[in-house]
């Protein structure tokens, strides 16, 4: 439903809404006395069981007039899109060097590169993989899927999974259909997936696990390829091996890589595929200016790195950066002590020399980290790494080095602007409020009071799936599923320091800048934290923008 921002915001000010809404009156239906200190009666407490119909509704419309005068409050105090925000306290005044990846770190593509990828692998299916040449005819939707999703691999089904391994129900594809929420119930008794049955530690589908998690945003057309051909076989009630075609088309994406054709097409239409930004260079140049050593580690091949660095930071790019890796092959590049750098030449060749130096000006290619500290000396956490894969570029960074990292997350610019309209902080103030209501008339076990409250969970329902598609009509917000964290998002708390839309928003920051993370209330906290005026202190548009 909401990022985690909006968690805090939701258990923050919209909490006190849901408290002015349930106090005195309203908030002394299980026959509790009014709190110390609450506003005037809301409703008034039943006489008779007769009276219960009309109490519920009348707690409910003061419950909506309340949230109606508190909306534009909220609105005066919204989220600021080019913010960074903390999982962990972290200083710049304690980095000294600067590493990056490269795709979707460095630079940015176009709408037009997903096309691209889905249509040269479906093209490789039909060519290679003798796949029907009617699955040409399915185009790439951009607004089908979005990252962090998981896909049963033996039930050829897509879905979103929260922080506690559950399903997100109304969000379970097959092909471009939902599931019934019944049958996903009776395929997976219930909705809670095993541990053992989850992808593995770097989201894939091994080792006997069933789930694959796709954290790339590379992986968009991926989860739309899948989902067009597995819709295409169950129209025409064609029998298949969902493993098989998983593979097939794991494969032809890879290929679109791995043979070149993805990185052809953008080298020659670089306008085309690469959103030029000329804030990547404002960025590494402030970091130059202020005596920061930069790194660059990608798995992109070098010609390809090259020809996008100097379309969006200039043909002196090298000159900004101590040391650069390409073709590293992350995550092995982390955890493979084996593989030795290899210098690379202007005109692309690899030499044999061995490297006992990483030269600044100079390309190298593949090695590994081990050998990387080694030569470097650069440790620990005076090193900060950002990159837009949670598992590729971060986790074993954080976890087995000590490196502190940020997430690239694209999408969080969009997220915040969308909860920053009226309609949606109107929507999710009311749904707050309605849940807190349900909570609080629970107690009333009548038979008038039962068909009350039915109505209401029917309306907080329907709002949900509201607050759904103002993200994703399929899968909703990237960060939320209807009250708890995705899966996506608990990963992205453990694995990154800090996370951000882009790397732009270092421009915001001074390099000596902490960031805190906000004290969010626990739950058994938040009587206590959800009514002060300054209980939750996030990066606010309107500070941003009178600064």
Known sequence: MATAAVAVVARGAWARVAAAALRSGCGTAAGGPPRAGSARPLCTAPGTAPDMKRYLWQCYREAKRSTDELVPSIMSNLLNPDAIFSNNE??????????????????????????????????????????PTEIRKYEYDPNFAIRGL????????????????????????????????????????GSHVPLEQMSDFYGKSSHGNTMKQFMDIFSLP??????????????????????????????????????????????????????????????????ADHGKKMFLITNSPSSFVDKGMRYIVGKDWRDLFDVVIVQAE??????????????????????????????????Y?????????????????????????????????????GWRTGAIIPELRSELKIMNTEQYIQTMTWLQTLTGLLEQMQVHRDAESQLVLQEWKKERKEMREMTKSFFNAQFGSLFRTDQNPTYFLRRLSRFADIYMASLSCLLNYDVSHTFYPRRTPLQHELPAWSEGPHACRLPLLQEAQAK
């Not at 709408?111 to 249509?119: A, G, P, R, S, V």
Request: aromatic share 14%; proline share 2%.
């Open 150 to 189: 998981h896909y049963d691999v033996q039930r050829a089904v897509l879905m979103k999974i929260d922080a506690f391994h559950y399903i997100q129900l109304g969000t379970v594809y097959r092909g471009l259909s939902v599931v019934p929420d019944e049958e996903v119930i009776d395929m997976y008794e």
């Open 90 to 131: 972290m200083s710049l005044s304690d980095i000294e060097i600067y590493g990056f990846d490269y795709d979707y770190t460095l630079v940015f593509y176009s709408k037009h590169l997903h096309t691209l990828i889905f249509n040269a692998a479906r093209d490789l299916l039909i060519n290679e993989h003798r796949y």
């Open 330 to 363: 992350k995550p092995n590049f982390f955890n493979d002590k084996r593989r030795p750098f290899r210098k690379v030449t202007e005109k692309g060749v690899l030499l044999w020399d061995r490297i006992h130096k990483l030269q600044k000006g100079q390309i």
């Open 365 to 401: 290619k593949q090695g590994n980290l081990y050998e990387f500290l080694k030569l470097t000396g650069w440790r620990g956490s005076r090193v900060l790494y950002f990159g837009d894969h949670i598992y590729s570029d971060l986790a074993d960074l954080t976890l087995k080095h």
């Open 222 to 287: 991926e989860m739309t390829l899948l989902s067009c051909v597995n819709e295409y076989f169950l129209k025409n009630n064609i029998d298949y091996e969902p493993v098989h075609l998983y593979k097939d088309v794991k494969d032809s994406i890879r290929d679109v890589h791995i043979k070149g054709i993805m990185y052809r097409a953008i080298e020659a239409d670089i306008e085309k595929y690469i959103c030029y930004a000329e804030q990547t260079r404002a960025v590494l140049a402030k970091l």
